[in-house]
């Protein structure tokens, strides 16, 4: 068995420091670029709306657009001007922090986005966690039990979970669960419990209800969050664990064929000695990869589920945007999951050179 020194790859000490040093500074030079090539797609295909389609989001009172002068409105605010100015004159505020006013938010829109954040973090971080422990879990029992009644079970759980878009599996989850049996409502709490959170007395440390109930010691209002959380959540896992679980098959069964796991058998070790030490923790090298971009990606897919669920966060906010082509909204939206994404993507790079010694960070 050949036996990778980590050193080799991913050094130790002062030397490996330096070098993921230079890694994420070279990755984080790429960070505007990257952002500003989005901005640029965007605002050139928002661009194609008419002046007056546009107005809106620069007027944070609607009656302005029936007292004054409509044309004049639009002169004064540049929107009749060619798009790279127009695009650069909102480029200049970007600098300045200014992104403009979120018409469906009612405030700027980086106060909008920030009010909401905590409430896809929250689902994000709920999903995650059963899509990453269950998938794997299934993956290897699967593995494990290779063509077997249980493998062909998990296999046909995973490709209707994989078939099934999140829209659909969310509607059936509404239908069966709440309306037939009452469970699982949605929003993001019950009246009552809103009304306490936003009373004076419920302190907000993180913006996420469940951990702010529980550190306010109001177990009620945490039970009712859960019971709001349960229908998105089950939603999001069912269609990422399937693919969890097919990628932690195949690579389970790829390890089980190696020769160090044959070696190990051969010389009579207890078969849960091989499965865990030789070759799950080998199998895990691309689930943790995959699973991070995973985790990454679910910030994306609570677009489609949160307006489905009715719930208030970043997802159902540029949902609305798009249908009221409030673009200063959807700009700063687009901005801030890309920046999610690119830091995301980072932090799994670096991790997955850290697991596996045979990657280097280039």
């Known amino acids: 068995m050949i036996v990778l020194r980590r050193e080799l790859f991913f050094p130790s000490g002062v030397e490996g420091l330096m070098v993921l040093i230079f890694y994420i500074i070279r990755r984080v030079l790429f960070i505007p670029i990257t952002l500003f090539g989005i901005s640029l797609i965007v605002f050139s295909m928002i661009g194609m709306l008419s002046p007056y389609q546009r107005l809106a989001t620069f007027i944070s009172s609607p009656d302005r657009l029936k007292s004054e002068n409509v044309d004049q409105l639009i002169s004064m605010y540049g929107l009749d001007d060619p798009i790279p100015i127009q695009y650069g004159r909102w480029f200049k505020n970007l600098l300045q922090g200014n992104l403009g006013w979120s018409y469906v938010g009612k405030a700027p829109v980086l106060q909008a986005l920030l009010q909401r954040f905590p409430y896809t ?202 249908q009221q082509l409030d673009y200063a909204s959807i700009m700063g939206g687009v901005l801030f999951f890309g920046l999610i994404l690119i830091i995301g993507n980072l932090l799994v790079d670096i991790s997955y050179a850290y697991i596996d010694p045979r990657v280097r960070l280039d």
């Open 121 to 322: 973090l929250e689902l994000t971080l709920f999903s995650a966690i059963p899509i990453i422990l269950i998938g794997t879990w299934m993956g290897v029992l699967s593995a494990l039990h290779h063509n077997r009644t249980l493998d062909h079970s998990l296999r046909i759980f995973a490709v209707v979970g994989w078939s099934f878009p999140d829209f659909v599996f969310g509607l059936f989850i509404l239908m069966i669960f709440y309306s037939t049996l009452g469970l699982f409502p949605p929003g993001n709490l019950s009246l009552w419990a809103e009304s306490i959170v936003k009373s004076t007395s419920f302190r907000s440390f993180t913006g996420m209800t469940t951990i702010d109930a529980l550190l306010n010691g109001r177990l009620d209002v945490f039970v009712n969050a859960l019971r709001h959380l349960v229908g998105p959540v089950l939603t999001l896992t069912y269609v990422q664990l399937a693919y969890i679980l097919r990628i932690t098959r195949s690579s389970m069964l790829d390890v089980l064929q190696r020769d160090y796991v044959r070696t190990a058998r051969a010389k009579g070790l207890d078969e849960r000695v091989v499965i865990n030490k030789h070759a799950k923790r080998n199998a895990m090298i691309p689930v943790a990869t995959v699973s991070g971009q995973t985790i990454v990606g679910l910030m994306a897919g609570t677009v489609i589920v949160e307006a489905i669920f009715n719930r208030t966060g970043l997802g159902s906010f540029l949902a609305l945007a798009a």
